[in-house]
């Protein structure tokens, strides 16, 4: 496979993965490799498509989860609206959150990047932060901090549901997901997700894409992503 080639399908991952920096990069690299610019948008192009057939199956899976036997009846519209949830993910110092990035896709942190989708459209706050890009977060955050002091970072990532620490150590599966959260209602509107910029619509979710830093060059301190 020649470079040209890899920099067209690591764009189309890129898009599929919802990483503006690894984007941003990839589109320079074909640039610099002579590739055409209807090249690079029919890449894009493929990416939209691989996107949105993800996403159409896992709102396929997560509905036979919920469809499934022995799910806890919903409670109350009322007392879901006077109690919502929420989703805190501290993850390990890593460049980004997509999955897609580096040498091979990590498929576990793929599949829990559509979870959180999947989660918010039922009401659920996410808030996601990670240790190379928001120390403060970490470190302002008494709970995490203690958390961090006992177990240490590679105890790494922490998942708090309300505040109560959930699981350490790995993502978990989209089923274990819906466990934790008892979701069992039809999907409501949409909180948004905490990127450490302010609360932004999840419909451009990027797992924390969005910081200052991502955006301001590749994702990787070393000039390299998704390669």
């Known amino acids: 496979m020649n470079e040209q080639t890899k920099e067209l399908i690591a764009i189309g991952a890129s898009v599929a993965g919802h990483c503006q920096p690894c984007l941003t990069f990839h589109v320079e690299q074909a640039k610099c490799l002579g590739i055409s610019d209807d090249d690079i948008r029919e890449a894009v192009a493929v990416g939209k ?20 036997p022995g799910f806890p009846i919903a409670p109350s519209p009322q007392n879901e609206e006077s109690s919502p949830k929420t989703l805190k993910v501290f993850d390990p110092a890593m460049c980004c959150s997509t999955g897609v990035c580096g040498p091979k ?29 928001q120390p403060e977060a970490f470190v302002q955050n008494s709970q995490v901090k203690k958390h961090l002091t006992e177990l240490g970072n590679q105890a790494l990532p922490f998942i708090y549901i309300n505040n109560e620490l959930k699981l350490t150590g790995r993502y978990p599966t989209t089923k274990e997901i819906f466990a934790l959260l008892e979701l069992t209602g039809k999907g409501k509107s949409v909180i948004g997700i905490q990127t450490g910029g302010g609360v932004k619509p999840f419909a451009i979710l990027d797992a924390n894409a969005n910081n200052e830093k991502a955006t301001n060059g590749p994702c990787c301190p070393d000039g390299g992503c998704c390669s």
Do not use: H, P
């Open 105 to 133: 896709v990590d498929s576990a942190l793929v599949e829990f990047a559509s979870a959180l989708k999947t989660v918010a459209e039922y009401g659920i706050a996410v808030e996601r932060w990670n240790l190379a890009q």
């Open 49 to 68: 498509m691989i996107e949105k057939g993800a996403m159409s199956a896992m709102s396929q899976f997560a509905q036979s989860i919920l469809d499934g």
